[in-house]
């Protein structure tokens, strides 16, 4: 299998360059409150977020599925937290967004889409065709670190959600862990899946959780910033997505 780990390792190579990247150039990825026309043509957001989940919802699971692993218990666990996450991402969190009329623009959609196929295929070929999973210590400590993480994320993505239900201009959020960081969301989303890396215990899922923080750390250091700047009494103690630290 020697060439699925150099692609695997050339894809965290590429994640690695990539958040180097986006931490010095200050890229802003123009959707959500950063929305802006100047990234072409858009769509609605809550379809550009269906669609920019959706490849990792499916390809996945079907993958282990089809793949020649038995489907034993820890295989159905790891499934069931995979689609767990990823079917209130692709169908709910879309459902629930009070962002009538915010648009996304395409290109961030197709660049998602190429996102979650590539991580969907890393995890879930190598669970299907060479890990050897079996329940263990790790099993334990990896599901409390990925339900944390996961009600750390929701309970976030709900606060921010009835914010805009309450009233249509953005907001300071507060209470919860929105107390340290801005985005709690964002925390929430990493630690649940260096959790599921944890249990999988393999180096595709590891590179999955890597990513996750490659993305969502500039992405969260953009909203601190943001915030900041919208808000002239937005609590100066407050980091923007590791408490205590930055």
């Known amino acids: 299998m020697g060439w699925f780990y150099n692609l695997l390792f ?5 994640g690695l360059c990539t958040f180097i990247y986006l931490i010095f150039s200050k890229t802003i990825a123009p959707y959500g409150r950063h929305s802006n026309s100047k990234w072409g043509i858009t769509i609605d957001n809550r379809w550009g977020w269906f669609w920019m989940e959706l490849p990792a ?5 079907v993958i282990v599925l089809i793949s020649p692993v038995q489907k034993n218990e820890i295989i159905i666990l790891i499934l069931s937290l995979w689609i767990l996450h990823y079917f209130y ?13 915010k648009k996304m623009p395409v290109v961030i959609v197709i660049s ?9 295929f890393f995890v879930g070929y190598e669970i299907g065709n060479i890990s050897q999973l079996d329940f263990g210590i790790n099993t334990l ?5 990925f339900f944390t993480g996961m009600y750390i994320n929701r309970s976030s993505d709900n606060k921010l959600i009835s914010l805009r239900k309450e009233n249509k201009e953005y907001q300071i959020p ?15 989303e990493i630690i649940e899946w260096f959790g599921f890396a944890i249990i999988v215990f ?3 899922a590891l590179s999955f959780a890597f990513w996750t923080a490659f993305n969502l750390i500039p992405r969260a250091m953009n909203h601190h910033n943001w915030y900041k700047k919208s808000f002239v009494e937005y609590p100066k103690d407050r980091k923007a997505v590791i408490p205590f630290l930055f």
């Open 10 to 14: 050339l894809w965290i190579f590429i």
């Open 112 to 120: 998602a889409f190429i996102f979650n196929l590539f991580n969907g």
């Open 57 to 61: 919802l499916v390809l996945m699971p």
């Open 174 to 188: 507060q209470g919860g862990m929105f107390k340290y960081i801005s985005c709690p969301n964002h925390f929430g």
């Open 89 to 101: 991402r692709t169908i709910l969190f879309p459902i629930k967004l009070k962002t009538k009329g």
């Open 141 to 145: 400590i990896g599901l409390i670190i």
């Open 202 to 204: 393999n180096l595709g």
